[in-house]
């Protein structure tokens, strides 16, 4: 069975730089190939990957500015061109639909594909998609302007068939297999039923995976996302330089950190960070790690399984 896998497309702050690229990712979990936030030239990005832009069928936006979002109207262009999506959906704060379709509009793109906009005003967290496989719920966040993060969650999965009893039980047959997966328990032809914790073992576990973008520093995020296996937390800035973090909607690397220990999560990805540090990006990992060893550093297409 396939892991959960994530790529990291840009983690830089506003300010572009000669090797680096602003914000998105792809996540590849529960049969879907997610975009996650879509910075300038992430559809460059994307095609280093070797992935079908008609796989991705699902972009959540955490917010509005333009290190999140300038590379979303030249993706849905080159969609356009290719002619082999059936539909987008995009997820993002309120006023993306309007966002991209006066781009569309201006540039007189063709619409040969339907955009189903969801757009987001709670300041609470709220389901946004699911289906058989996934839930995805957002992470209300605290920047200058409306902000989300976004947390996904694989649903419980199949239990697991423990051959060597079924093996024992001529009556059992492949056929039967479903539904001692479902978690049923088998009825013998004598009546005596087999209980399918006889029959079975749990599955794999599920999943989970937090994206937290811009914020401030956050606690209260801890109670939503407690356990994720893997964690993406915006680190802007060293702490000594905590008070400007927080007057700019942006957390420290310490606080990030402190978040990943709180959530008791179990790997810690920081990004966005300020030009300030680079190509030192060391400094704010050893940072972090002082609270949460298992801190890394993003890489450039790196892929990311948990």
């Known amino acids: 069975m396939s892991h959960p896998t994530l790529t990291i497309?840009?983690?830089?702050?506003?300010?572009?730089?000669?090797?680096?690229?602003?914000?998105a990712q792809l996540l590849e979990m529960a049969g879907h190939t997610?975009?996650?936030?879509c910075g300038e030239a992430t559809q460059v990005q994307i095609r280093k990957t070797g992935t079908k832009f008609s796989k991705i069928r699902h972009i959540f936006i955490s917010h509005l500015h333009g290190d999140h979002v300038f590379g979303l109207i030249g993706l849905i262009s080159?969609?356009?061109?290719?002619?082999?999506?059936p539909s987008l959906h995009i997820y993002?704060?309120?006023?993306?639909?309007?966002?991209i379709e006066n781009q569309l509009k201006h540039t007189k793109s063709e619409g040969n594909f339907p955009i189903?906009?969801?757009e987001l005003t709670s300041t609470q967290n709220e389901v946004i998609f699911e289906d058989e496989k996934i839930v995805v719920e957002t992470i209300p966040l605290v920047h200058r302007i409306y902000t989300n993060g976004y947390f996904f969650k694989e649903k419980q999965k199949e239990r697991s068939l423990v051959m060597?009893?079924?093996?024992?039980?001529?009556?059992?047959?492949?056929?039967?297999?479903?539904?001692?997966?479902?978690?049923?328990?088998?009825?013998?032809?004598?009546?005596?039923?087999?209980?399918?914790?006889l029959l079975t073992k749990d599955g794999p576990s599920p999943k989970s995976y937090a994206f937290c973008s811009?914020?401030?520093?956050?606690?209260?995020?801890?109670?939503?996302?407690?356990?994720?296996?893997l964690l993406y937390h915006e680190a802007t800035f060293l702490h000594e330089l905590e008070e400007k973090a927080y007057a700019t909607g942006h957390s420290t690397a310490l606080q990030a950190a402190m978040i990943a220990r709180d959530a008791k999560v179990k790997k810690l990805i920081i990004g966005h960070f300020s030009t300030r540090y680079f190509p030192h990006y060391h400094r704010l990992q050893e940072e972090a790690q002082t609270v949460f060893p298992e801190t890394c550093l993003p890489e450039l297409l790196e892929k990311v399984q948990f």
């Open 34 to 37: 997610f975009l996650i936030d």
């Open 116 to 118: 189903h906009f969801v």
């Open 164 to 197: 060597e009893e079924i093996q024992k039980y001529p009556e059992i047959e492949i056929c039967d297999y479903q539904n001692l997966k479902n978690g049923k328990d088998f009825v013998l032809s004598s009546g005596e039923i087999l209980p399918n914790t």
């Open 92 to 99: 993002g704060p309120k006023g993306i639909r309007d966002f």
């Open 214 to 229: 811009d914020t401030r520093y956050k606690p209260k995020v801890c109670e939503q996302i407690l356990g994720a296996d």
């Open 9 to 23: 497309l840009g983690f830089n702050s506003a300010l572009p730089t000669t090797n680096s690229h602003p914000t």
């Open 78 to 85: 080159s969609l356009q061109l290719m002619k082999t999506t």
